[in-house]
T-cell receptor, first 115, second 111 residues
Framework: NAGVTQTPKFRILKIGQSMTLQCTQDMNHNYMYWYRQDPGMGLKLIYYSVGAGITDKGEVPNGYNVSRSTTEDFPLRLELAAPSQTSVYFC??????????????FGPGTRLLVL | QKEVEQNSGPLSVPEGAIASLNCTYSDRGSQSFFWYRQYSGKSPELIMFIYSNGDKEDGRFTAQLNKASQYVSLLIRDSQPSDSATYLCAVRNNAGNMLTFGGGTRLMVKP
């Protein structure tokens, strides 16, 4: 299993541009998450999904959109990029088993610089 | 008030010593607690997790929960330079669908 994969690894955007960060997991996990991590800080939840067709906002959703059409994929869309969205973005997935959600597995991250 | 708080550090310990990392949380109903390690430029990786029913030991790592004072600690025995990283504490919400992360503590183990 490849686990959680993310593309691209690094991207530079100009202010006002848009882009989609890709995330794919091959572990058949029902839960998927998008986090951002600013330098020297912890992780902040942007959006999450508990299954295909179901998404919900996290702590910092403004300026982002998500969709979950399949179990495997959970893309994050940035519209009208702003310098404040410069960050490292991590995708994660987990599974609900025995009534408990198990640990989250993280992808390698996407570094985004908005200039 | 932040829901999960950690001292940002850096916490510096000599090689072979015990490193003690702490995390406080605000939701008294929390029942699941996680410790992740993150090397610089890498993604977080799980070290261990505990539920509210007890402490846990795994090799050189021990996670302890103090429910009355609402803090979780991670002890690293016989610290090695390779343990130098940022340690993130995370607490699962009552609905069980989200983790809230602390800001992380940077640990430096000096040879």
């Amino acid at each position: 299993n490849a686990g959680v994969t993310q593309t691209p690894k690094f991207r530079i955007l100009k202010i006002g541009q848009s882009m989609t960060l890709q995330c794919t997991q091959d572990m058949n996990h029902n839960y998927m998450y998008w986090y951002r991590q600013d330098p020297g800080m912890g992780l902040k939840l942007i959006y999450y999904s508990v299954g295909a067709g179901i998404t919900d906002k996290g702590e910092v959703p403004n300026g982002y959109n998500v969709s979950r059409s399949t179990t495997e994929d959970f893309p994050l869309r940035l519209e009208l990029a702003a310098p404040s969205q410069t960050s490292v973005y991590f995708c994660a997935s987990s599974i609900l088993a025995g009534g408990r959600q198990e640990t989250q597995y993280f992808g390698p991250g996407t570094r985004l610089l908005v200039l | 008030q932040k829901e999960v708080e950690q001292n940002s550090g850096p916490l510096s310990v000599p090689e072979g010593a015990i490193a003690s990392l702490n995390c406080t949380y605000s939701d008294r109903g929390s029942q699941s607690f996680f410790w992740y390690r993150q090397y610089s430029g890498k993604s977080p990786e799980l070290i261990m997790f505990i539920y509210s029913n007890g402490d846990k030991e795994d090799g050189r790592f021990t996670a302890q929960l103090n429910k009355a004072s609402q803090y979780v600690s991670l002890l690293i025995r016989d610290s090695q330079p390779s343990d130098s990283a940022t340690y993130l504490c995370a607490v699962r919400n009552n609905a069980g669908n989200m983790l809230t992360f602390g800001g992380g503590t940077r640990l430096m183990v000096k040879p």
